[in-house]
Protein backbone atom coordinates (compact mmCIF):
# COMPACT_ATOMS: atom_id res chain seq x y z
CA UNK A 1 0.00 0.00 0.00
CA UNK A 2 0.91 3.78 -0.90
CA UNK A 3 0.30 6.12 2.42
CA UNK A 4 1.62 9.53 2.67
CA UNK A 5 2.04 11.66 5.67
CA UNK A 6 2.13 15.12 6.11
CA UNK A 7 3.81 16.88 9.49
CA UNK A 8 5.28 20.14 10.76
CA UNK A 9 1.99 21.73 11.53
CA UNK A 10 1.51 24.12 14.50
CA UNK A 11 0.17 27.11 15.88
CA UNK A 12 2.53 30.00 14.65
CA UNK A 13 2.40 34.11 15.17
CA UNK A 14 1.71 36.20 12.19
CA UNK A 15 5.02 37.03 10.25
CA UNK A 16 6.07 33.52 10.87
CA UNK A 17 7.23 30.21 9.27
CA UNK A 18 6.58 26.18 9.13
CA UNK A 19 8.18 23.79 7.42
CA UNK A 20 5.38 20.98 6.17
CA UNK A 21 6.34 17.54 4.95
CA UNK A 22 5.02 15.05 3.08
CA UNK A 23 6.58 11.41 3.50
CA UNK A 24 5.61 9.02 1.02
CA UNK A 25 5.81 5.25 1.81
CA UNK A 26 5.15 1.68 0.36
CA UNK A 27 5.82 0.37 -2.62
CA UNK A 28 6.21 3.31 -5.42
CA UNK A 29 7.98 2.93 -8.83
CA UNK A 30 7.24 6.79 -9.16
CA UNK A 31 5.81 9.70 -7.76
CA UNK A 32 4.82 12.44 -10.36
CA UNK A 33 3.03 15.71 -9.93
CA UNK A 34 2.53 16.29 -5.87
CA UNK A 35 0.35 19.05 -4.72
CA UNK A 36 -0.03 20.66 -1.65
CA UNK A 37 -3.55 21.67 -0.72
CA UNK A 38 -5.29 23.48 2.23
CA UNK A 39 -8.64 23.73 3.30
CA UNK A 40 -9.91 26.37 5.96
CA UNK A 41 -13.47 25.92 7.42
CA UNK A 42 -16.59 26.26 5.92
CA UNK A 43 -14.56 26.66 2.50
CA UNK A 44 -13.16 24.45 -0.21
CA UNK A 45 -10.14 22.79 -1.14
CA UNK A 46 -7.76 24.62 -2.67
CA UNK A 47 -5.10 23.57 -4.55
CA UNK A 48 -1.60 26.01 -2.41
CA UNK A 49 1.34 24.54 -4.99
CA UNK A 50 2.52 21.92 -6.96
CA UNK A 51 5.39 20.42 -8.45
CA UNK A 52 6.08 17.94 -11.11
CA UNK A 53 8.32 15.11 -11.14
CA UNK A 54 11.38 17.61 -12.03
CA UNK A 55 11.82 21.10 -10.44
CA UNK A 56 8.57 23.03 -12.41
CA UNK A 57 6.52 24.66 -9.55
CA UNK A 58 3.10 26.25 -9.56
CA UNK A 59 1.69 28.56 -6.91
CA UNK A 60 -1.47 30.28 -5.79
CA UNK A 61 -1.82 33.90 -5.87
CA UNK A 62 -2.47 34.45 -2.70
CA UNK A 63 1.32 32.83 -1.35
CA UNK A 64 3.48 33.36 -4.27
CA UNK A 65 6.36 35.13 -2.81
CA UNK A 66 5.80 33.41 0.33
CA UNK A 67 5.82 29.71 -0.09
CA UNK A 68 8.02 27.36 -1.45
CA UNK A 69 7.30 23.88 -2.74
CA UNK A 70 10.46 21.46 -3.30
CA UNK A 71 10.68 17.63 -3.18
CA UNK A 72 13.72 15.22 -2.57
CA UNK A 73 12.90 12.36 -4.90
CA UNK A 74 15.45 10.29 -3.07
CA UNK A 75 13.62 10.39 0.23
CA UNK A 76 10.56 10.59 -1.46
CA UNK A 77 9.53 13.72 0.71
CA UNK A 78 7.79 16.87 -0.59
CA UNK A 79 8.55 20.08 1.35
CA UNK A 80 6.47 23.10 1.57
CA UNK A 81 8.32 25.87 3.40
CA UNK A 82 5.66 28.83 4.16
CA UNK A 83 6.98 32.79 5.67
CA UNK A 84 5.67 35.57 6.28
CA UNK A 85 2.16 33.37 7.55
CA UNK A 86 -0.92 35.72 7.81
CA UNK A 87 -3.92 34.35 9.79
CA UNK A 88 -5.84 33.83 6.48
CA UNK A 89 -3.42 31.02 5.98
CA UNK A 90 -5.19 29.21 8.62
CA UNK A 91 -6.81 25.48 7.13
CA UNK A 92 -5.66 21.68 7.38
CA UNK A 93 -3.27 21.15 4.50
CA UNK A 94 -3.21 18.08 3.01
CA UNK A 95 -0.49 16.53 0.60
CA UNK A 96 -1.73 14.78 -2.73
CA UNK A 97 0.50 12.70 -5.13
CA UNK A 98 0.07 11.07 -8.32
CA UNK A 99 1.73 7.45 -7.88
CA UNK A 100 2.51 4.81 -10.12
CA UNK A 101 2.81 1.68 -7.72
CA UNK A 102 5.12 -1.26 -8.34
CA UNK A 103 3.44 -3.10 -10.66
CA UNK A 104 0.98 -0.98 -11.77
CA UNK A 105 0.86 0.81 -15.32
CA UNK A 106 -1.16 4.02 -14.00
CA UNK A 107 -1.33 7.00 -11.51
CA UNK A 108 -3.30 6.54 -8.73
CA UNK A 109 -4.10 9.68 -6.76
CA UNK A 110 -3.16 9.35 -2.90
CA UNK A 111 -4.65 12.12 -0.01
CA UNK A 112 -2.37 12.27 3.45
CA UNK A 113 -4.25 12.54 6.44
CA UNK A 114 -4.10 16.51 6.83
CA UNK A 115 -1.94 18.68 9.17
CA UNK A 116 -3.46 21.88 11.11
CA UNK A 117 -1.43 25.17 10.83
CA UNK A 118 -2.82 27.98 12.34
CA UNK A 119 -1.56 31.69 12.48
CA UNK A 120 -2.80 34.04 15.32
CA UNK A 121 -1.78 36.17 17.69
Known amino acids: QVQLVESGGGLVQPGGSLRLSCAAS????????VGWYRQAPGKQRELVAAITSGISTNYADSVKGRFTISRDNAKNTVYLQMNSLKPEDTAVYYC???????????????WGQGTQVTVSS
Open 26 to 33: GSIFSINV
Open 96 to 110: NAAVTPVGSRRQYNY
